[in-house]
């Protein structure tokens, strides 16, 4: 595996204004390292350092100490040379007024002094339209940044990002603040680009988000990095343990089911029965059992451990959206 990015000991403090006084330390001392092609999650609470980390990769803003390469290049000695081969959407963004989605997408590509968008063989307008079709827009060319919706304009900035086609795009926040249709769809658009080859870099506010889109996730909290690995993984290590629920009509007697071994705990609070299993082989198993001894039961549910789970368990905290 190629690592596209390497963080070694990263730290960024920020001094207190007008006091001598230990400062704030928004990163302190993080490690990772990201893989060519991967979708990389960096997940934590409110403050946590997310953005800094970011930002100090980009070359928006530098560490106080460690070091961070991208592309084989060093952030602090090669800040330019990466800026043009990666694509950034910020937290928020702001655009020119007046200008057709299709005259800013020209604007941006004139700013990293590309003839042609898209690939090198593409007519300018052929590149834009390419762009805007990749990015679900094609009927906005002429329309103007204000006229788009909330997931438009996210899509938007998306594809202000890809005019030079970059190898590792950052996300900060893509979704935040959308709707779940408008959210769905922007997962749908970074799965595309990152089949076409792009590494992507995101943050989120939804575990959900995190367990469907990335290949691996980093949870940090105060600066720190608490864990790192596929959400499966991480998910699996907290809980092996699948919870079923239903409904009776009758009573039942937890007897019931000591057939069935794998049902590690039996919870029968009339009318709500909860079942703890250790093996989703045996829901199966649990559905027969109650139709052989003709336990009428309605709601039933099945319940894993997610990501948000080992989100609560990791940081203690509810995630804030
Ligand atoms: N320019 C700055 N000057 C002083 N402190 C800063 C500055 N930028 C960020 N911080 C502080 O650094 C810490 C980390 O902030 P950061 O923006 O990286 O968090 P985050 O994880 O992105 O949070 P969020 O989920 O709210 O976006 C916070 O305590 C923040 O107040
Ligand atoms: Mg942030």
């Given amino acids: 595996m190629e690592n596209v990015i390497k963080i070694d000991n990263l730290v960024k403090t920020y001094s207190k204004k007008g006091e001598n006084k230990t400062g704030l330390t928004a990163v302190g001392g993080i490690s990772f390292t990201v893989q060519k092609g991967e979708i990389f999650g960096l997940l934590g609470p409110n403050g946590a350092g997310k953005t800094t980390t970011l930002e100090i990769i980009e070359g928006l803003n530098t560490q106080t100490s460690g070091t961070v390469t991208v592309l084989g290049l060093d952030n602090l000695k090669q800040p330019d040379e990466i800026k043009k081969r990666i694509g950034i959407q910020l937290q928020s963004s702001q655009y020119l007024h007046h200008l057709t989605l299709g005259e800013l997408l020209d604007l941006f590509s004139s700013l990293y002094g590309k003839k042609q968008m898209g690939t090198d063989t593409r007519t300018d ?150 079942l703890e299993i250790s093996s989703l082989d045996k829901i199966s198993a649990i559905v027969d059992l109650l139709k052989t001894k003709q336990i009428i039961f309605y709601g039933f549910t099945v319940k894993t451990a997610s990501l948000e789970d080992v989100y609560l368990d990791l940081t203690g905290k509810e995630y804030e959206q």
């Avoid at 709707?179 to 595309?192: C, F, G, I, Q």
């Avoid at 000591?258 to 029968?268: L, R, T």
Wanted: with cysteine; hydrophobic share 35%.
């Fill in 125 to 274: 307008e052929h590149g834009r339209k390419q762009l805007l079709e990749l990015v679900n827009l094609s009927d906005k060319e002429n329309a103007e940044v204000k006229d788009l919706s909330g997931g438009q304009k996210q899509r938007f900035t998306i594809a202000t990002s890809l005019v030079h086609n970059p190898e590792i795009l950052f996300l900060d926040e893509p979704t935040t603040g959308l709707d779940p249709k408008a959210r769905r769809d922007l997962w749908e658009l970074v799965k595309t680009l990152n089949r076409r080859g792009i590494t992507i870099v995101l943050t989120t506010h939804f575990m959900e988000e995190a367990e469907f889109l990335c290949h691996r996730v980093a949870i940090m909290d105060s600066g720190k990095l608490l864990e790192i690995d596929e959400p499966r993984k991480l998910i699996d290590r907290l809980s092996d343990t699948t919870q079923i629920s239903f409904f009776t009509e009758t009573k039942l007697n937890q007897e019931v089911f000591s057939g069935i071994p794998e049902i590690k705990k039996v919870y029968a609070d009339y009318p709500k029965v909860i």
